[in-house]
């Protein structure tokens, strides 16, 4: 079974434990409490002789996470912004390959900024939209989010390249984003409609949406023409 390992302020002490880190949330997938519980030791001393299922039941915001690193599975727990790691071994994770440009701007704006460009249950997010229990690709350049506390989000796609997110209740957008690297993608200028063919019914933003974001949504088309497109080299 696998053995606690590290903490993630300490793994992200270095250069190369930070890079490591900054690749397992991308690549993290989240999971049940019962998987972790079924591949990580529950004698571990980091549980300090408690059950790990009471440790758990303490924490009101925690969250499982399972990422295959270097061929070897990893598994983590997270809360209060915090990440625990369990590996083979006990063994620090090590080596790590760069990271794509628009997931470095996720860090560097952090998720309270950027939260809803982030992929479904991203570790990034924190759990600020709970266990997330579908997205579905609902056109070239649409996806939606559910949640199992009720919340909808929509992400807006360039080539497969989050350019914004969105908030929704009912025909009512209310919050979105934009990433800076996305500020002339035509897409964003089409968005808007094809989320109304979607709903099948006409779509508003709210006034906590700063007109500057909005515009961009409801740019004449007649500019897509002097407007590019971004040119993703890598997948999310």
């Known amino acids: 079974m696998l053995k606690y390992a590290i903490q993630c302020d300490r793994l992200r002490k270095d250069h190369e434990g930070d890079l490591v880190w900054h690749?397992?949330?991308?690549?993290?997938?989240?999971?049940?409490?019962?998987?972790?519980?079924?591949?990580?030791?529950?004698?571990?001393?980091?549980?300090?002789?408690?059950?790990?299922?009471?440790?758990?039941?303490?924490?009101?915001?925690?969250?499982?996470y399972r990422v295959i690193w270097m061929g070897e599975p990893v598994y983590f727990y997270q809360t209060a912004g915090f990440e625990f790691f369990f590996t083979v071994n006990g063994d620090v994770p090590a080596y790590a390959e760069s990271i794509p440009m628009h997931h470095?701007?996720?860090?560097?704006?952090?998720?309270?900024?950027?939260?809803?460009?982030?992929?479904?249950?991203?570790?990034?997010?924190?759990?600020?939209f709970g266990?997330?229990?579908?997205?579905?690709?609902?056109?070239?350049?649409?996806?939606?989010?559910?949640?199992?506390?009720?919340?909808?989000?929509?992400?807006?796609?360039?080539?497969?390249?989050?350019?914004?997110?969105l908030k929704i209740a009912g025909n009512l957008i209310v919050e979105a984003q934009i990433a800076d690297y996305a500020e002339h993608s035509p897409v964003l200028m089409i968005a808007k409609a094809q989320i109304e063919e979607f709903l099948q019914d006409a779509v508003h933003f709210s006034e906590a949406v700063p007109s500057s974001i909005k515009n961009k949504f409801e740019?004449?088309?007649t500019e897509k023409e002097n407007k590019t497109s971004i040119e993703p080299s890598f997948d999310f």
């Open 219 to 221: 740019a004449n088309l």
């Open 23 to 64: 690749t397992m949330m991308k690549c993290a997938e989240r999971i049940y409490l019962a998987e972790f519980l079924d591949e990580c030791n529950p004698e571990d001393p980091h549980f300090e002789g408690e059950s790990p299922r009471q440790v758990f039941d303490e924490m009101s915001d925690v969250a499982f």
């Open 104 to 128: 470095a701007e996720f860090m560097r704006y952090g998720t309270a900024d950027r939260g809803l460009l982030m992929p479904a249950n991203s570790p990034l997010l924190n759990n600020s």
């Open 131 to 165: 266990f997330e229990t579908r997205a579905m690709v609902i056109s070239n350049n649409l996806e939606i989010i559910q949640s199992g506390i009720g919340d909808e989000r929509m992400r807006v796609l360039d080539r497969g390249v989050p350019v914004a997110g």
